[in-house]
Each structure stands twice: as structure tokens, then as C-alpha cells.
């Protein structure tokens, strides 16, 4: 069996003092090499392992013959975004984890052949031909513009809806622009260039518009004259521990020091926005936001330290960026949990006071849980301390929707085709599943594109 | 893009700008506040809303020089546009949520200082709007500090104070408060204040000793002013709150003042922040 094919990436120590994207991509003769590789099981597992069950052995095999073309048709098929998807889904626990090459060899670059088919369909994008169905005189408004919008925005262009995307903030691509860093998904390149793709198909975006305050959706409904509401609003609230010490000045929300360096580029001079990683950061948490903000220290100039309170083998965060992580130099303290954030005498962080933890039982997420060291408390002398605990939905659309029903974590309550309990308002994405991965917000948001293409092909126009 | 259609110099370095941005206009509410943005390197820059017309679709802000981003903002003339004007953000004053027949029993002392005065305008003018003549003090350093005077006599009785007696009550806000109520005799059932942080926490202590409910409107620092950063949380009543989406307006008998003017100052000294380390061709300084 022909190894893996190895994809260039910038060397750790150059990159680790800039924000170019760490991953170079597979060439055209490197993708065909390695789309070589794919057994074309007939029983494809990677398949049904995909969130969207895209035609992995089809799109692959179409490469291996040479026709990027046809991948592109095929993986379009189900997914939207593939460029974005081949740089930050996590492949090892879905569709290379089920890869059968995996079990003796190493699996197929899944991933890395995606972003190339993805990368390759951006460039050609303007030549190619998309088929839209004629205007039906039907409008949808669609709340955000993170995965799961532009996915339910492009799917009923294509149907024939006029769609108009509503975004808060000033720049559209949700989380991929404001969460994601530079590094792991280039904005100009990458995400400027799929949401160029959506307004070409006629999907109209308007900023600064924050659904809950400039409007409400029944403003949209009642007032704007849309005919059904898509909520894509993501979740974008971060969680804090609730420990002493907590509004020292230098602890940030990993969203707030994430939103500075991603959103208003403060890492770059010409920017206005103000950014402060200090000399040692601490970033609580192991996901991939934790990976994200402690590579983005690391890059402003710190020593950039994670703590997390399991171990290794429990990290959620992608495989991929915790060994790009180690190969910067981050350091990793598992088994360590935060109990206190130390302050000097002008109220600025000093130091992180923490105890080790041990595992003890599996919890209800079959992770055994951490139980604290008697008498381990130590210090962790550092400037910056960042937390990187999760997210929740925003509450504003909740609060200003009579009748749209939530769970107690404040995720909006939808079917499987983005349905809730307000007739015209179908939701989809981290606001209904809280925080999640791209693929699945876009899954859903494509769901509901054809779930209210339903709803409004058997409700009667209003004329 | 949001266009300024009228600028005026309010006091030094202090300029209102009206803006139209219709949907803006047709939602605000006394309380609330916007975030601009006025270039693509700028920061967005939360500015409470300081009058509004919803069928005219502008709003008007005031914005007070005190560093690089507010520098860029007063430099900006009639014709100019911010590239962004989103809001409006904020929970509503909560005088707004008082039954009819209970705000027109209430008496409401406003106190205002600096560029926190023009914030107060609207609050009084919905209140004047609603048959309730509010008590407003406005401080200032000195005469030639005062801004929206004469724009807030027509909506309120208005009690002037400044530091160096050059005109009305000779001394701080807190000794006009504390004058109107001891020694003539006022009667108020809330306060509202807004200004520099330093007035709001003295004022805050003058009247938790007069007894009398009083809010403050913070101005905290911000990124997104949706509720997604954190970066403007305060301590109120020892719980955590993000004034973005929980304020701007909170109990001022229960707010951390220390705590938040801290962190107000978190970036100060910050190159890209401090005017006086700046050295741009913005031409405004």
C-alpha cells in the first residue's frame, strides 16, 4: 500500500510569528496520488460516518480519473461549503475515522482531497455554470451568516426564493470569520470567496442589522413581507468558570480575544482594535476554540500555556490542531483545573491558581470525569488568562419571539428539518444544537432550505 | 453606509453628528445605544443614542475625543458616512416599562455630566412626552463645558453645577443632589445618572445615603455589543453581567464602580488606543 500523501504545511517555527494559514493544500498531482489510495468500497463507511453523507468514494474517484470537475459536482451535491469543510472538519472522528484503509495503513486523506475540490470549484466558480430556478416571487429572510445561513440561503436561491440574509456584525461568514483564525481558514481567500459564490446566486446580505433589536422577527414576517424566517443565529455567548479573580483585567473570553485578532484583524498595525496576549497566556479549556486562541497568543508573542482538567486522550479538539499546537511550542498542562485567578495591586492577572486532577468514573458523556488531588493546589504565574469553555445561543432572538419554544440551555427547539413551534420559522445550527461543527450547522441549514420550500409550496401565496 | 447629514461642535473636542440610518431610527428607544464603525481598520465603538426620529430615519450621537477611534470619529463632516451604525443595542431605559398612571406620579432626578449629558435628552424628552417634567443636573467643569443646555430646558427644570462656580451651583453634582433634596426640599422616587464613571460612583453613594433607587447607564468597553465577547462585564450586586445585553443601565446601589472603571482602563496606554503615542495622517491631530 502507497503511504499516506504528506501535505505541505509552513514550518512550525516560521508560522508560529505569523497568521498565514498553516496547511498548504495537496497540488494537483499530489490529490490525484492520493485519490489513488481509495479502495471504492462498496460498502462505503466513510460515507455514512459524514454528517451529510457526501459521496466520498464517488468524489475521489472522480479525481482519481482526473475530472476535478465532476468531485466538485458530486460533493456539491451535499455540501456547500467544501473548502471550508476540508480545512476544519474533524475527519479522524468521522469520515477518515471509518476509513478501512485506516485499519492496517493510515486512511485517505479525505479531508485534505475535499479542500482541494473545494479550493479548485472557488477558482472556477465565475466560469462554471450554477442552474437556478426562475424567480417564484416568494421571500425568505434568513437570520445570520455563519455555515448553516449561507448554506439555507444558497439552496433556496437555487429553488427560486428571493433570499436576503440578515448579519449582525460588519462582516458576513459568521464564526468562520469572527471565530476561526486566518491560520486554519483564510477570510479573503477562503470564506470572502464562498459568500461572493452565495451573492452571485442572488442571495442579498445586509450588516449591522441584530435580529432582536433592529428587528424583530415578526418584524420580518409582518413588516418586511417575508413569507418564512430562517434562525441561524449561532451561539455565540461565551461561559466563564465563575471563579474568583474572574474580571481581573487581562481574563478574556476566548470569543472576545478570538473576535479581536479573527473579526477587527488586531494583530495587524493598521488596525485600530487593541489587543493584549501579555508575556504567558493561559487558555482554560481543550476544544478547538482553546487551540485556536492559545495558537493565536503564541502568534501575538506569548508563551502560550493550555491547562485542561482531563487528559490528553479526552481533548476534544481536532487531532490536527493539537499536534499543529504542539509543534509550535505550546505547552500542555492536562489533569489541571483553574480554581482562583490571582490579581496584583492594580487589579491585572498575576497568576492562575490551580489543583491536579485525577480520573476517576465515566460520566454521562462516557469521559471519565476529573476529580480533584487533595492538597494539589499550585500556582501558574501568567498575565493573561483566557477562557475557552463553550458557547450557548444568544438570547436575544428567544426573548423578543413570542411562542418560539427553547430548552433550558437556551437552544432553540427545532424538528430534524429545522421546524419549531412557530409556523414560518424553521431554525438550524449551533442556535438550535449549541455549539457544533461547520458541517452540521450546514447539513441543517440545507434541510431547512427544502423544509420550508415545503412550507411554502403548500401554503397558498398571499396576494 | 451611513450618512452624516449634520455636524456641530457641542464644547471642545465634544461634536453631535445626526446619521441616517432608518432602521436604527425606527426601532431605538431612550436607553439604547448604537456601535459605529468608521473605517475598515476601525474599532466599533459603542455611542449611546442620544435623540432619534423614526420617520425622518436619523439618530444623533454625541462623541467626546479621547482617543484614536473617537478621534477619527469627530473628524468626519456632513456628507461623510460611517461604513457601520448597528443597533439599537441595550435593553430600553426602564422608565419605559412603568405602568402609565405610576410614571405620571413619578418624579425622576436626572444627573448628568460631560459627554453624558446628551444621553439623558432622550430619556427626558420621553418622559416630557408623557406629561412628566423631569429634575435634571447637568455638571460640568466649567461655563464653557456645558452641552444640550438649552435643548434640555424645554423637556425639564434644569439645575446647572460646575466646579469652578462659573455659572449655576458652585461645586459638584453631589452637593447640588444633595442640596436640591436637604435643603429645598425635593422629592424624587428615582435617579437617573450618566456620566464619567468617577461622577456616577459618587453619585451613586450620595444618593444610596438619600435613600433614593437610582440607575447609572455604563459605558463599558466593547467588541461586538451583542453579547458575544464579554469584554464589558461588570460586577452588579456581586453576580456578573454583560452591560451590552443585561445594561447599559443597572443599579447604581449595586454596581462595582472600582471594578469597572479598572477595567475601562484596560487597553490605556495601548499605542493603538492613546492618542498622545499615535502618530497618524489622520490630519485631526
Known amino acids: 500500500m502507497t503511504p499516506r500523501t504528506p501535505v505541505r504545511e509552513q514550518d512550525p517555527q516560521e508560522r508560529a510569528r505569523n497568521f498565514k494559514e498553516v496547511c498548504l493544500g495537496y497540488d494537483a498531482e499530489e490529490a490525484r496520488r492520493e485519490a489513488g489510495r481509495c479502495l471504492n468500497c462498496k460498502v462505503p463507511r466513510c460515507q455514512s460516518q459524514c454528517p451529510v453523507h457526501i459521496d466520498i468514494p464517488g468524489f475521489i474517484s472522480a479525481l482519481a480519473a482526473g475530472d476535478t470537475a465532476g468531485a466538485a459536482d458530486v460533493i456539491s451535491r451535499d455540501s456547500s461549503l467544501p473548502s471550508v469543510c476540508g480545512r476544519v472538519c474533524p475527519q479522524e472522528s468521522q469520515c477518515e475515522g471509518a476509513c478501512v484503509l485506516g485499519v492496517k495503513f493510515e486512511p485517505v486523506a479525505i479531508g485534505k482531497l475535499e479542500r482541494y475540490v473545494g479550493d479548485w470549484a472557488i477558482a472556477h466558480a465565475s466560469r462554471r455554470h450554477v442552474e437556478c430556478a426562475p424567480r417564484n416571487g416568494r421571500r425568505v429572510a434568513v437570520v445570520g451568516s455563519g455555515p448553516a445561513g449561507l448554506a439555507c440561503a444558497s439552496d433556496l436561491a437555487r429553488l427560486g426564493y428571493e433570499v436576503k440574509i440578515f448579519e449582525a456584525l460588519h462582516k ?6 469572527y471565530g476561526i483564525p486566518e491560520f486554519r481558514l483564510p477570510k479573503e481567500d477562503i470564506v470572502a470567496r464562498e459568500v461572493e459564490n452565495v451573492r452571485r446566486l442572488g442571495v442579498e446580505i445586509e450588516t449591522d442589522v441584530v435580529v432582536g433589536r433592529t428587528m424583530t422577527v415578526d418584524d420580518l414576517l409582518d413588516r418586511e413581507g417575508f413569507d418564512a424566517v430562517f434562525v441561524g443565529s449561532g451561539a455565540g455567548l461565551p461561559r466563564f468558570m465563575g471563579i474568583e479573580g474572574e474580571n481581573l483585567n487581562g481574563v478574556f473570553s476566548a470569543n472576545e480575544f478570538l473576535t479581536r485578532a479573527n473579526l477587527m484583524h488586531a494583530y495587524q498595525e493598521e488596525s485600530d482594535t487593541p489587543i493584549f496576549a501579555g508575556h504567558r497566556a493561559v487558555i482554560v479549556g481543550g476544544g478547538n476554540v482553546a487551540m485556536d486562541a492559545v495558537r493565536t497568543a503564541k502568534r501575538l508573542g506569548a508563551d502560550a500555556v493550555i491547562v485542561y482538567r482531563r487528559s490528553e486522550a479526552e481533548l476534544p479538539a481536532r487531532v490536527e490542531e493539537v499536534h499543529h499546537a504542539r509543534e509550535e511550542g505550546i505547552v500542555f498542562r492536562m489533569l489541571t483545573n483553574p480554581v482562583r485567578v490571582l490579581g496584583d495591586e492594580n487589579g491585572w492577572v498575576r497568576g492562575l491558581e490551580c489543583v491536579e486532577m485525577e480520573l476517576g468514573e465515566p460520566d454521562a458523556s462516557g469521559r471519565r470525569s476529573p476529580v480533584v488531588k487533595e492538597g494539589s493546589i499550585f500556582e501558574i504565574e501568567c498575565d493573561v488568562v483566557i477562557m475557552a469553555l463553550g458557547t450557548s445561543p444568544n438570547p436575544l432572538i428567544k426573548s423578543t419571539t413570542a411562542g418560539l419554544e427553547t430548552n433550558r ?55 | 453606509m451611513f450618512k452624516i447629514t449634520s455636524k456641530r461642535e457641542l464644547a471642545p473636542r465634544i461634536t453631535e453628528m445626526r446619521v441616517h440610518a432608518p432602521r436604527v431610527a425606527s426601532s431605538a428607544r431612550p436607553g439604547q445605544f448604537v456601535i459605529v464603525r468608521v473605517d475598515d481598520e476601525g474599532e466599533r465603538i459603542p455611542l449611546t443614542i442620544c435623540d432619534y426620529d423614526a420617520a425622518q430615519g436619523w439618530v444623533t450621537i454625541v462623541t467626546q475625543t479621547v482617543g484614536v477611534s473617537s478621534a477619527k470619529i469627530n473628524s468626519l463632516e456632513v456628507g461623510d458616512s460611517f461604513i457601520d451604525f448597528a443597533g439599537p443595542l441595550g435593553r430600553p431605559s426602564d422608565l419605559l416599562d412603568l405602568p402609565e398612571e405610576e410614571l405620571k406620579r413619578t418624579r425622576v432626578l436626572f444627573v448628568a455630566g460631560g459627554v453624558g449629558t446628551a444621553p439623558v435628552y432622550p430619556q427626558a424628552k420621553w418622559l416630557s412626552e408623557h406629561g412628566v417634567r423631569p ?32 455659572a449655576g451651583f458652585h461645586g459638584l453634582v453631589t452637593a447640588l443632589i444633595e442640596d436640591l433634596i436637604e435643603r429645598r426640599g425635593h422629592c424624587y422616587d428615582r435617579c437617573v445618572v450618566i456620566g464619567p464613571m468617577i461622577m456616577m460612583k459618587y453619585a451613586a453613594q450620595t444618593t444610596r445615603r438619600l435613600k433614593l433607587p437610582t440607575v447609572v447607564s455604563l459605558n463599558a468597553l466593547m467588541v461586538d455589543g451583542t453579547g458575544m465577547c464579554g469584554a464589558c462585564r461588570v460586577s452588579v450586586g456581586g453576580q456578573t453581567r454583560f452591560t451590552c445585553v443585561d445594561g447599559p443601565e443597572f443599579d447604581a446601589h449595586q454596581v462595582d464602580f472600582d471594578e469597572a472603571m479598572r477595567r475601562q482602563n484596560m487597553y490605556r496606554g495601548n499605542p493603538k488606543t492613546d492618542l498622545s503615542r499615535h502618530h497618524c495622517e489622520c490630519g485631526v491631530h
Open chain 1, 172 to 177: 458576513v461568514g459568521g464564526v468562520l470569520v
Open chain 2, 135 to 166: 429634575d435634571v443636573i447637568i455638571g460640568a467643569r466649567t461655563k464653557d463645558l456645558f452641552t444640550y443646555v438649552e435643548e434640555m430646558s424645554r423637556v425639564a427644570d434644569v439645575y446647572l453645577a460646575t466646579d469652578d462656580g462659573s
Open chain 1, 409 to 463: 440551555r437556551g437552544c432553540i427547539v427545532a424538528d430534524e428539518d429545522g421546524r419549531t413551534s412557530r409556523p414560518g420559522v424553521f431554525a438550524g445550527g449551533d442556535a438550535v444544537t449549541g455549539a457544533a461543527t461547520v458541517i452540521l450547522a450546514m447539513g441543517a441549514g440545507r434541510k431547512a432550505a427544502r423544509a420550508i420550500h415545503d412550507y411554502l409550496t403548500s401554503a397558498p401565496a398571499e396576494n
